[in-house]
């Protein structure tokens, strides 16, 4: 252990010292005893060291014959003699054969040990120590007093650090045992879940019956602006070790793309994220769906985005694609970028991508909020067919454990930083490689639920619709999935249609209109205008009961004397619809002795609902707020509207389709009208709409509470199959409509009692056929993206398993011509990359095997 930190006694205490300072001497190239030949020519007697002060706390030795040696252990001052027999090794190869790195390979004075490169290594992946850290933590372990007196070896460090890394990478993609260059692209560890012809996959043997999007590549591609990169001082200076042989691309061709492509500009139309401009650099990239980096490169953003994404997307989509005509894409600005992207390849020599392929765009989710209404059901994976349940925004969760290198790295050369960057993919790659069987298994998972319960959901909506109507809203889908990769706006069908709203005034105008054609003595005339009076009694009852629930416990008497005014007004409009409506219902009303019952069904609303604070459990509100009888309640009493009373005196129906139509108009109101809106006051106005469709829709919840209470307590065990306990969360099923951009809302799927008539309610109302239409267009898509989903999941382990298979013989195959010529060390090394694939393809093949037996025993 020629690197072991030693103490001697004093006489009061321990102090450090060395080794070398008892006589210890490392000779090479004789197992250890000193060379026959052995004479001090070679060493540099003129050099003074590094001038050490030698003390008890500093364990070095200030002689110009020492060899400095850094270790985990600090920094070591050691003898070293070199062989210098004939025919002998020069000395930096004998500090290779002994574990030593040198510095230099003229006449070596400094050495690292392979252990802690290793740990500089290791150190700089996991925590993103940088060098200067890391060999500061070095000279603190060397001398916890006088850190600043050990010997710099800083740039030693990075300089030795960057060769390390290439001698890794070239070892462990065999060019240790292969004698010819790497090509473009050869050092980077590839996605193992990807199809790969000739690597995972053989296209002559595919399943004829397999859809034609199972064989795609899907890639997402972003910019990363964290990863900045200061101009270098000297360019011409700067030496590239692994220049185009990882994941940043050649650097030479690169430029000469910039240096002739025009990017095209163009007008968005689109308030799409357009990238950010800046002065510094930033790192383009793509990854595949397996969360693995497959191609990046470095470019200035002045030198034009597109320029450079057109570059990395060819880059990535020639790597190991022969066969493949298809590509998935994913990237915040697909609605802009890919408009001109065939026109830019075509006019561009440095632009090539495989024959006959063809680029599906895409827009991750997370991005679409930055865009308009219409570049979601254009772009969004939701719609794309074969996209399965792609993560279009893989990328994002990528940049923050490669930003934790972003600083060290920006004063970098370029090279330098490329490199660095490469080694931080390679090894973010290796370890999901690892991974990946417990990655996949827990998507196979998801897929298996995923297809049982959109499958129901979609059987259950599509129960109570015609035929015809289902024949329709599928012939529309299926056009419009074959017509989308050349016209967009076919996907506009799974979009709100409807761009007006219709106001009151026409509503009763309709009414009024639809009378005077009706026959003499079938109704009786003025009865649109008294439901239109009715409904406005009804808003001025929400209006007054919000009104009251915000004065608080403690109202001024001004606020008392407003309120009572209001209900005095309130309860004499009442009084005189209540007389005119026995003219109308007759019967129906004097028969309805459940409308007793429900006077009081609004005083039940929850605080929420209407905007109160906290009440007292004591007491009722109403006493203590404004010292008045609790029963002069008008904005609490159920207004005798035919929807209240029903002709067959079924209040649980009625509500729950008053909660329909609110969820529908809800809905409608937000895609139309709110994120429509062109100003602040049409905004206001939108939004206030829809927090008084907010206000009654809570406000039917509870009237189809209370009256499923008393069905309970009636014994109507025959209706309570039918309507079921409704909860909060049912109301927030038409955000897949509404808001877009709601978390979870790929998964969401209507509550129960949507599929209740769905025929019926569609036929009654254009805004309820619109959103039944447009939510079996997306119930449909949410299905068939599951079945997509469990069935490519089910191929990504067939490649995965065959990957690491391909692998393993690779590495037997080196190991067999290690054998032939006799090196023990490349034999050795090639054995164990061998067994390593083999365990994690019959680790893989065991996962998913117990995988899918689980899913059979489900289904």
Request: glycine share 6%; proline share 4%; net charge negative.
């Amino acid at each position: 252990m020629p690197f072991h930190r030693i103490s001697q006694w004093t006489g009061g205490f321990f102090e450090g010292t060395s080794l070398t300072k008892i006589g210890l001497e490392v000779h090479l190239g004789h197992a250890g005893k000193p060379c026959p030949g052995l004479t001090d020519e070679w060493c540099d007697t003129d050099d003074e060291g590094d001038q050490l002060t030698e003390g008890p706390w500093i364990p070095l030795v200030n002689d110009s014959r020492t060899t400095t040696v850094v270790d985990t252990s600090g920094l070591h001052s050691m003898m070293i003699s070199f062989c210098q027999c004939a025919g002998a090794l020069s000395p930096d190869m004998q500090l290779f054969e002994t574990g030593l790195f040198p510095a230099s390979f003229t006449s070596p004075k400094t050495a690292f040990t392979f252990a802690v490169l290793d740990n500089f290594l290791l150190d700089n992946l996991e925590c993103g120590t940088s060098a200067m850290n890391y060999y500061s933590k070095l000279r603190r372990i060397t001398s916890s007093v006088f850190p600043h007196l050990v010997p710099d070896r800083y740039r030693e460090l990075m300089r030795v650090g960057r060769q390390w890394r290439q001698v890794k990478q070239l070892k462990w993609h065999g060019f240790g045992h292969e004698k010819r260059q790497p090509k473009a692209g050869e050092l980077a560890l590839f996605c193992p879940a990807c199809p790969q012809p000739g690597v995972n996959l053989n296209l002559s043997d595919r399943n004829e019956s397999d859809p034609a999007w199972l064989y795609s590549r899907s890639l997402v591609m972003d910019g990363n602006f964290k990863a900045e990169h200061l101009y270098p001082t000297n360019p011409s200076d700067e030496v590239a070790l692994t220049d185009g042989l990882g994941f940043m691309v050649g650097d030479a061709r690169y430029k000469m793309h910039l240096s002739q492509a025009q990017d095209i500009v163009q007008r968005s139309d689109c308030k799409c994220l357009a990238p950010q401009a800046g002065s510094n650099r930033d790192r383009r990239m793509c990854l595949c769906e397996a969360r693995v980096f497959c191609s990046s490169f470095n470019g200035r953003l002045s030198e034009g985005g597109k320029m450079n994404m057109d570059y990395a997307l060819c880059q990535a989509l020639g790597y190991n694609t022969d066969g493949i005509n298809r590509a998935f894409t994913f990237y915040d600005i697909n609605c802009q970028y890919n408009k001109h992207l065939s026109k830019r390849i075509e006019e561009s020599p440095y632009l090539d991508l495989p024959w006959g392929m063809d680029i599906i765009p895409g827009i991750g989710l997370w991005h679409v909020h930055g865009h308009q209404d219409k570049c979601y059901v254009r772009y969004a994976s939701n719609f794309i067919t074969g996209a399965a349940r792609i993560d279009g925004e893989i990328m994002e969760t990528l940049w923050a454990p490669l930003n934790i290198i972003s600083p060290s790295a920006r004063g970098m050369s370029t090279p330098h930083q490329k490199e660095c960057l490469d080694f931080q993919m390679n090894d973010c790659n290796f370890m999901k490689m690892i991974c990946i069987s417990k990655f996949l298994g827990r998507k196979f998972k998801e897929a298996v639920q995923g297809v049982r319960d959109s499958q129901y959901a979609f059987d259950w909506l599509s129960e109570t619709a015609e035929g015809d109507t289902l024949h329709t809203w599928e012939a529309e889908a299926t056009a419009a999935q074959d017509d989308r990769l050349h016209n967009p706006s076919s996907m506009d069908i799974y979009e709100v249609q409807l761009t007006k709203l219709p106001t009151r005034k026409q509503q009763e105008l309709h009414l009024l209109n639809r009378q005077a054609q009706w026959p003499a003595g079938e109704i009786h005339r003025g009865a649109a205008t008294w439901l239109a009076s009715g409904i406005m009694l009804e808003e001025a009852q929400v209006a007054l009961l919000i009104d009251v629930r915000k004065l608080g416990k403690r109202p001024t008497n001004t606020q008392k004397l407003a309120v009572a005014w209001r209900r005095d007004r309130l309860q004499g409009q009442l009084d005189k619809f209540v007389r005119v409506a026995v003219t109308f219902l007759g019967d129906e009303l004097n028969g309805c002795d459940h409308l007793d019952g429900m006077t009081v069904m609004l005083d039940t609303v929850e605080a929420d609902s209407v905007g109160s604070s906290s009440e007292d459990p004591e007491r009722s509100d109403d006493e203590d707020r404004y010292d008045i009888p609790v029963k002069f309640n008008p904005e609490t009493v159920v207004i005798p509207l035919p929807s209240n009373i029903g002709i067959e005196n079924a209040p649980s129906n009625d509500a729950l389709h008053a909660i329909w139509v609110n969820l529908a108009d809800k809905a409608v109101l937000f895609r139309t009208t709110v994120r429509s809106a062109k100003s602040q006051a049409q905004s206001t106005r939108a939004w206030a709409w829809v927090h008084s469709v907010d206000k009654v829709l809570h406000l039917n919840m509870q009237i189809y509470s209370k009256c499923r209470k008393q069905l309970i307590h009636l014994g109507a065990d025959n209706l309570l199959s039918k309507y079921w306990l409704l909860e909060k969360a049912n109301l927030k099923a038409t955000m897949v409509v509404a808001d877009p951009n709601a978390h979870g809302q790929r998964n969401s799927m209507l509550a129960w009692f949507w599929s209740i008539d769905v025929e019926g309610d569609s036929a009654s109302n254009n805004w309820m056929n619109e959103f039944y239409r447009v939510h079996w267009l997306r119930t449909l898509a949410l299905r068939d993206h599951w079945a997509e989903e469990l069935l490519l999941v089910g191929r990504e382990m067939t490649w995965m398993v065959e990957f690491f298979l391909h692998k393993s013989q690779q590495w037997v195959g080196r190991m067999q011509e290690a054998d032939v010529q006799r090196t023990v060390g490349h034999r050795c090394y090639a054995a164990h990359q061998a067994q390593m694939y083999l365990q994690l393809s019959q680790h893989a093949q065991d996962s998913f095997e117990r995988m899918k037996g689980v899913a059979a025993v489900v289904e």
